[in-house]
């Protein structure tokens, strides 16, 4: 089975560069989370969306950052315009909704960010 | 609001040896609790899971944890630790807006 497929894996840009990090949840998963992990902050909930609507956005840092998920099996998070200081790893996982696998994340292999 | 806190930050361990890494949690209600393991490079893999019945959870690779609900605690624990275990371990708690704490960095010593 396919898991939680993240793009780029690798990016670096220049201040002030728009960055778009894109996401492929597991197929049937209802819920899709983007999580940051630096090592001052560790791991931080960004945003999530259950069935395609935003939930809880009140982990997005800045207006810079926003997040849409158009469809089941897709969604963006982007950066505009990137800092230094959100250079990162971003993580998107999702999530079965429902019975004993309720909560129970399925993370990408993350994009590391680096804005220079 | 739910949070989580792992006093350990990094903890070093023999190969062989046993292993308890710590967690405690604050949560409103019955929490759903989980433990997740980073390999460098790599994302979060699910270890194991509690969300209700039995305490006691078993999970992969030989590790379970035990829920103590009069203490706040979901302890991660494996008898003998294996050098492949080398890995930061996450412990989370809730549903929906998942919470994560620090991390322990597990070493392992030949």
């Known amino acids: 089975d396919a898991g939680v497929i993240q793009s780029p894996r690798h990016e670096v840009t220049e201040m002030g560069q728009e960055v778009t990090l894109r996401c492929k949840p597991i197929s049937g998963h209802n819920s899709l989370f983007w999580y940051r992990q630096t090592m001052m902050r560790g791991l931080e909930l960004l945003i999530y969306f259950n069935n395609n609507v935003p939930i809880d956005d009140s ?30 790893v971003y993580f ?25 | 609001a739910q949070s989580v806190t792992q006093p350990d930050i990094h903890i070093t361990v023999s190969e062989g040896a046993s292993l308890e890494l710590r967690c ?21 893999q699910l270890l194991l899971k509690y969300f209700s019945g039995d305490t006691l959870v078993q ?39 998942m919470r994560f704490g620090a991390g322990t960095r597990l070493t392992v010593k030949p």
């Open chain 1, 59 to 88: 982990g997005m840092p800045e207006d810079r950052f926003s997040a849409k998920m158009p469809n089941a099996s897709f969604s963006t998070l982007k950066i505009q315009p990137s800092e230094p200081r959100d250079s990162a």
């Open chain 2, 59 to 97: 999970g992969i690779k030989g590790f379970e944890a035990e829920f103590k609900r009069s203490q706040s605690s979901f302890n991660l624990r494996k008898p003998s630790v294996h050098w492949s275990d080398a890995a930061e371990y996450f412990c989370a708690v809730g549903e929906g807006d």
């Open chain 1, 92 to 116: 998107c996982a999702s999530s079965p909704r429902g019975g004993r696998d309720t909560g129970e994340l399925f993370f990408g292999e993350g994009s590391r960010l680096t804005v220079l």
């Open chain 2, 24 to 44: 405690n949690y604050s949560y409103g209600a019955t929490p759903y609790l989980f433990w997740y393991v980073q390999s460098p490079g790599q994302g979060l």
